[in-house]
């Protein structure tokens, strides 16, 4: 009786092992990270990003319900077929649970694409445009750090809403920039504001001094970037060659510390800026920090603490749910309120946007700036459902009428 009472209770713990081992579909969580990691956005994501979702990973502990969790790196030098390809690839031959998309919106709307025909949770952390919570919104789609119209109502809020305040827009054309315009516009306008002009340029491009220009001309008294990376460097060191700053504030609606690093607060100081994360904000985010800066030797920008959290709070949902099927962590995901040392009280709302507040920053002075990366004055808070907007301004489709 003994020996029959051990062998049903042996065979009982193998159900339950293999009931257990059946709820993942492979013998390892995979997470994929694709992002800019040699061109123009490379220091805003990159490397940097990377080496943060590899934080993440060693800080869950390696492993989330027993199975090993891998991590997978791909460059997709803003091609949005080659982001695609590289996704269809890991989906079809690796069976990779979770993608992180870095920067270029372009690139993450076609990986968002695949989503038609494919089932796996998108943490799109780079990707600005406001289509992922609109038109191109998915059930496992989550965009995790910024929209460009949350961009454009912080960094409005910080030039305030003076009667007839005058701005003209320098924007980089293609999807990004376009997203930005439009958002900024709208921004500015509702604020009593007017935009006076705006001109687009090419992606990449190394000589501003015709647009900078015309921006001079044009009786602005603001002129607001809607461009990232080393186009944003190379045209803020224009605006500055050419004196525009002795009539014209800057405004940059997408701009990180790493950029103030590359440039210097010579050049730098007195622009207005907005980010959800600062190294700076708190003892939990100069704790990451300098754990980053250990193994990077450079301090991380709000992307690059996005890309840990997005991580991190995947493979909590997925711990909580005890499976890899996207269904259950996403009902899990849209559960949960994040409290890490990114943001406090975020939430993920139906339409897949992750709401948490924004910081509105003015970078110092040199004489201003107190030890290493210390290039930012924080000014403002800006609440999550004022940057974001409410719910009812989304046009997903998977929202109820």
């Keep these: 009786m003994i020996k029959k009472t051990h062998l049903l209770l042996g065979t009982l713990a193998l159900a339950i092992s293999n009931l257990a081992v059946a709820q993942y579909s492979s013998d390892a969580i995979r997470i ?3 992002t800019d990691l040699s061109g123009p956005y490379a220091d805003n994501d990159g490397p940097g990003g990377a080496e943060a979702i590899r934080m993440a990973v060693e800080d869950f502990g390696g492993k989330v319900n027993g199975l090993p969790i891998e991590v997978r790196v791909a460059d997709h030098q803003s091609k949005a077929d080659l982001g695609a390809a590289t996704a269809r690839s890991w989906l079809d031959n690796d069976n990779v649970n979770m993608i992180v998309g870095g920067s270029n919106s372009a690139v993450q709307l076609a990986i968002n694409q695949l989503l038609k025909d494919k089932r796996f949770i998108f943490m799109n952390v780079g990707g600005g445009s406001t289509r992922f919570t609109n038109e191109d919104c998915t059930p496992y789609t989550v965009q995790y750090h910024y ?16 009667e007839g305040m005058k701005w003209y827009l320098l924007t980089a054309d293609y999807a990004f920039g376009h997203d930005l315009e439009k958002d900024a516009k709208a921004v500015i306008e509702s604020s009593n504001g007017q935009v006076l002009g705006a001109v687009r340029h090419p992606f990449g491009t190394s000589d501003f001094a015709s647009f900078i220009l015309q921006a001079q001309s044009s009786g602005a008294e603001v002129l607001g970037l809607a461009n990232a990376g080393s186009d944003l460097l190379n045209s803020i060191k224009a605006a500055r060659d050419f004196g525009l700053t002795d009539s014209m504030r800057m405004a940059a609606f997408v701009m990180y510390v790493n950029n103030i690093h590359g440039m210097g607060l010579e050049d730098a100081q007195g622009l207005l800026l907005s980010e959800p994360w600062y190294w700076d904000q708190s003892d939990e985010s100069r704790e990451f920090a300098k754990r980053y800066y250990e193994k990077t030797k450079r301090m991380p920008n709000g992307v690059q603490a996005a890309d840990y959290s997005a991580t991190m709070t995947y493979l909590t949902a997925v711990k909580a749910a005890g499976t890899d099927n996207p269904d259950a962590i996403m009902e899990q995901l849209k559960k949960m309120e994040i409290n890490d040392m990114y943001t406090k009280g975020g939430d993920i709302r139906d339409d897949g946007q992750m709401v948490h507040d924004y910081y509105l920053y003015e970078v110092k002075k040199p004489s201003e700036s107190e030890k290493p990366w210390d290039y930012m004055r924080q000014t403002a808070v800006v609440p999550g459902e004022v940057a974001f907007g409410p719910l009812s301004e989304s046009t997903c489709s998977l929202l109820k009428p």
């Excluded at 929209?147 to 003076?162: D, F, H, W």
């Design 147 to 162: 929209n460009t119209k949350a961009q454009a109502r912080a960094v409005g809020s910080a030039i305030g809403t003076k």
């Design 32 to 34: 994929g990270f694709i």
